[in-house]
């Protein structure tokens, strides 16, 4: 029973937000603090950005954008990095408004595109903004759905063009996963859309546990009492011993010797079999189970080694549904499409309760499994990473095959935000009291290592934003230069480079305020000495600079001796390797740069060009000499010949004395 006060308390809030009052009506379950305050700011008019864990609810405040849309007779985009994503977020919208309301944007698909309610692919918002589409009349929300995609390297500025160039009379919905400086974010989104409210939820719903497969063992990640996060002692020694063993002996064999030629194996953990994984989590009350391969190829392979092993996780009451769900969604697709798609295959592995889920799929194909996952039917799905952007197919157990993966370019290490990202699907709200992350063991792999990735919550959020030619002409075209070069100067990568350079102004300041302390400290009665200093540090600026004005001159001195040079010339060089008496054989060409450099045979035979460096005073010629027309300087008896003659004409000769 409530009280007068409690009465009157509820009375303020729906009068507040009648529209986010009427809207939880919808829910049988109580909205978490994050979605009630994410919400009502939306419905005051503000943009929010909502961080939170995956699998926290953080959706509903975008599905309550496109019911607070429809109330106010608005337009709503909800943006989604892929298809796949759209396909499913359209049917949830479906279910709830109705085909008329809704439509779809993708590559793919094009249904009902005028509709209040859009699902689409962040691209095609991008293409819409940049060809001035009249669909964007009305348009009063736009939901941005896993916007922390923002970072991606290939894609990632999508997000931003699409955030700098919406209309400002749109509010904005920006749902990310949890970002160690979403209020960085945040900031940079209230400079270039207005008043924006920052949410951020830290708080998992359904608690994550930890843990790595070695052979067909499950070793806990952490120490069983949590203290410190302290990584397993079991698991280091496993480790430990693995590296031990691997520095000790070459395991491989010498060819022809005993070992290679009996087959002997490296001891050490065994690497589990992707059936023994399954059959493993099984046992342990674990599914279902989505298993992360990194290849398309790899997760086709792997139901085909379920089936091999003649694995089957699913009762004949089951296998007779999924058939039966499978036949009627495949029912108008022709026999021998099916037969060229590996239908039976496929409807073999779901019966049996394993599936494959990747993009090189048929889009039914990858329905039946999302919406058997779902259902709690299929009970292990061997996928690519794209099921870890935001498709709603969360299980009690995720499995990592491997922590490195193709990012486009080469091997990379899996990050911390993407660990996160993978993880995150385990754990069914109002299904699971707890997920698990299984992460199978390799060989070098180093336990300390997955628990940094495991601990690590939250993650920089950084900007992959590069201005193309393709974006700088559209927007020329579209808004002219100037107002297309304060748009370019609105990214988010601008907003963070500039907050560095404010970092050094501040530090700036500080030292200036700290020399003015300095002054301060420094005056006496005996005189003012930083006035002293100044005059110190004038005088020593004065000498300073005359002393580069004399070696401005004598340089000039120096260039103006060797200009004059002619071939024949004797002169002594004053400084450097060949220092000594030389004969020019070419005076060499004047440069701006390098001056001129004569190329000279040595007393000591030695034909080289020299530069100014060797010659840090002017000289002059004090005698000259003929040098025959057959002289090669590359030719050592015509070498040797004309330093002789050189020896000769200066034997005993005094060289006059050195100008400057």
């Not at 409210?197 to 998992?204: C, G, L, N, Q």
């Not at 592995?349 to 709690?376: I, N």
Request: aromatic share 8%.
């Amino acid at each position: 029973m409530t009280t007068p006060s409690e009465r009157f308390s509820k009375f303020q809030r729906e009068k507040r937000a009648p529209v986010f009052h009427d809207f939880t009506q919808l829910y049988d379950f109580r909205l978490d603090d994050f979605q009630v305050e994410a919400c009502q700011d939306l419905e005051a008019g503000r943009s929010v950005l909502v961080a939170a864990p995956t699998g926290s609810g953080k959706t509903l405040v975008g599905e309550f954008a496109v019911h607070l849309a429809l109330q106010q007779g608005r337009k709503c985009f909800y943006t989604t990095p892929i298809k796949a994503l759209s396909n499913q977020k359209y049917g949830d919208l479906v279910r709830r408004y109705g085909d008329d309301q809704v439509g779809l944007l993708t590559g793919d698909n094009t249904i009902n595109g005028e509709a209040p309610i859009v699902v689409m692919t962040t691209e095609v918002l991008r293409n819409m903004l940049y060809a001035g589409s009249s669909t964007l009349t009305g348009l009063g929300f736009v939901v941005m759905d896993e916007v922390h995609y923002l970072a991606d390297r290939f894609r990632g500025a999508v997000w931003e063009e699409v955030i700098i160039h919406l209309p400002e009379s749109v509010a904005l919905v920006s749902l990310s996963a949890t970002v160690s400086n979403a209020e960085e974010f945040g900031e940079w989104l209230e400079t270039v859309r207005g008043e924006t409210a920052t949410i951020v939820e830290e708080r998992r719903p359904v608690p994550l546990y930890q843990h790595v497969m070695v052979g067909r063992r499950l070793y806990d990640l952490f120490r069983d009492d949590g203290a410190d996060a302290q990584v397993n002692p079991e698991l280091l020694r496993v480790a430990r011993d693995d590296w031990r063993s691997s520095r000790t002996r070459d395991f491989r064999g010498k060819r022809g010797s005993p070992r290679a030629k009996s087959g002997y194996r490296r001891p050490g953990p065994s690497l589990p079999s992707r059936f023994d994984v399954v059959d493993r989590l099984d046992s342990q009350a674990l599914l279902p189970a989505i298993y992360f391969i990194f290849s398309r190829v790899g997760c086709d392979a792997a139901v085909t080694q379920c089936l091999h092993a003649n694995l089957r996780l699913t009762t004949p009451e089951e296998r007779d549904e999924i058939t039966a769900f499978v036949q009627e969604r495949c029912r108008n697709i022709p026999e021998e499409d099916l037969h060229v798609l590996g239908y039976h295959d496929f409807l073999d592995g779901l019966s049996r309760g394993v599936a494959a889920h990747h993009a090189g799929m048929l889009p039914t194909f990858k329905e039946c499994v999302e919406e058997l996952f779902a259902a709690g039917r299929c009970k292990v799905v061997f996928a690519t990473e794209t099921l870890a952007l935001g498709i709603n197919m969360p299980a009690r157990s995720v499995v990592i095959e491997k922590l490195t993966k193709w990012n486009g370019e080469t091997h990379a290490d899996v990050t911390p935000g993407e660990y996160t990202q993978l993880t995150g699907r385990a754990g069914r709200r109002g299904i699971d009291v707890e997920g698990h992350g299984v992460v199978l063991w390799q060989p070098g792999l180093d336990p300390k290592s997955v628990a940094g990735l495991a601990s690590t919550r939250t993650y920089p959020l950084r900007s992959s934003f590069r201005p193309s030619y393709n974006m700088a002409v559209n927007l020329v075209h579209q808004v002219g230069r100037e107002t297309a070069r304060e748009l370019l100067e609105s990214s988010f990568a601008q907003f963070q480079a500039d907050k560095a350079v404010v970092g050094l102004a501040r530090q700036l300041r500080k030292a200036e305020e700290a020399l003015e302390g300095y002054a301060e400290a420094a005056s006496c009665d005996l005189g003012d000495f930083m006035e002293y200093a100044a005059l110190r540090r004038r005088l020593s600026d004065v000498e300073a600079s005359q002393a580069r004005a004399r070696r401005a001159d004598r340089r000039e001195e120096v260039v103006s001796s060797l200009e004059a040079l002619r071939p024949g010339d004797v002169i002594e060089v004053p400084a450097g390797r060949f220092s000594g008496m030389a004969v020019v054989i070419d005076p060499g060409m004047a440069s701006d740069r390098d001056g001129p450099r004569p190329y000279v045979l040595t007393a000591d035979r030695q034909a080289r060009r020299l530069s100014m460096v060797d010659f840090p005073v002017p000289v002059q010629a004090f005698t000259r000499m003929r040098i025959p027309k057959s002289f090669n300087g590359r030719n050592p008896q015509s070498r040797r010949d004309l330093a002789s003659t050189l020896r000769a004409r200066t034997h005993g000769f005094t060289p006059p004395p050195r100008r400057g």
